[in-house]
């Protein structure tokens, strides 16, 4: 199932899909691991804090506001 997404989704051919296998495991297992683990880090640091209703509404209006500016087609200036 994973060779076939993946020949789906980068335009990989079968064999070179199938040959990269064990590499896709490793590297899908290594990126649910750390998205666990700082999941866990953040809803540890979020119980611990006075108010995680403000935090929650912070980051949640930082994301929101990323949103629209990449939906209005803003470019932020670069060095």
């Not at 899908?28 to 995680?52: E, I, K, M, N």
Request: net charge positive.
């Amino acid at each position: 199932m994973l060779v076939l997404v993946t020949v789906w989704a980068t335009d990989l051919s079968f064999q070179r899909a199938i040959l990269l296998a064990p590499v896709l495991v490793v590297g899908l297992a290594a990126l649910a691991g750390l998205f666990v683990f700082w999941g866990r880090v953040g809803w540890d640091s979020l119980r611990r804090t006075r108010h995680p209703r403000l935090v929650v509404a912070a980051a949640l209006a930082f994301v929101l506001l990323l949103v629209g500016l990449t939906l209005l087609g803003v470019n932020l200036p670069r060095e």
